[in-house]
Structures are given as C-alpha cells and as structure tokens.
C-alpha cells in the first residue's frame, strides 16, 4: 500500500502562485510515476500533470502548459506542483496519484493506482 498526503493548496487571487506538495508513505517509493489530477465542482477529474520515476519525462494538460511545473524529490518521497498565473479556472480539488506499477507517465485516470486525499485550491478573480 501507499499512502500519499498532498498540501499546499489555499485562497489565491488571479495571478498569484502556489505550491502543492504530496508526500507517500508505505511501500517503497521506488519507480513510480506520479500525476496530478483536478476536479471541479459539477466536473469530471481531469489530468493536468505527470511525471516519470527518474524525473526526466513531464508531461502537462493544456490548459497549465507553461504555467505549472512538476517536480519530484524521490529521496524524500516527494511530488511537486508548482502553480503560476493562476486562473479563476483551475480553481478545485487537486489530487496526486501513483502509477504503482511503471516508471512512465500516463494521462489516464484509470492508469494510476494509488490517490490522496485532495487539497482544495481556490482562484478568485
């Protein structure tokens, strides 16, 4: 099992930034790609990050392209999110996963195996 406890989410205004974290816990944080995935209200969850085991794969929805960055620190069981120019719409609940079983990134919801609990981020305009 993995546990994964994201954070960093928050009220921003329109153009601001913020900075999610996700740290795993459990099994061995060993070759597993990470994603990020959102969910607005009224709205199916939706992919908007990933990134390889080694870190040198990224892929982005986009939407966030040029806007965000993931980044991961393995030594430290560690995903990043890192938000800029935030909108009014990327306002929702973001959410980290696991690909338990591959080293490579995936857009697909149904590739990911392990899910935290979410972080509420919120955009006013």
């Known amino acids: 099992q993995v546990q994964l406890v994201e954070s960093g989410g928050g009220l921003v205004q329109a153009g601001g930034s913020l900075r999610l974290s996700c740290a795993a816990s459990g099994r061995t944080f060993s070759g597993y790609a990470m994603g990020w995935f959102r969910q607005a209200p009224g709205k199916e969850r939706e992919f908007v990050a990933a990134i390889s085991w080694s870190g040198s794969s990224t892929g982005y929805a986009d939407s966030v392209t040029g806007r965000f960055t993931i980044s991961r620190d393995n030594a430290k069981n560690t995903v990043y999110l890192q938000m800029n120019t935030l909108k009014p719409e990327d306002t929702a609940v973001y959410y980290c996963?696991?690909?338990?079983?591959?080293?490579?990134?995936?857009?697909?919801?149904?590739?990911?195996?392990?899910w935290g609990q979410g972080t509420q981020v919120t955009v006013s305009s």
């Open positions: 996963a696991v690909r338990a079983y591959s080293s490579s990134w995936s857009r697909a919801i149904r590739d990911y195996d392990y």
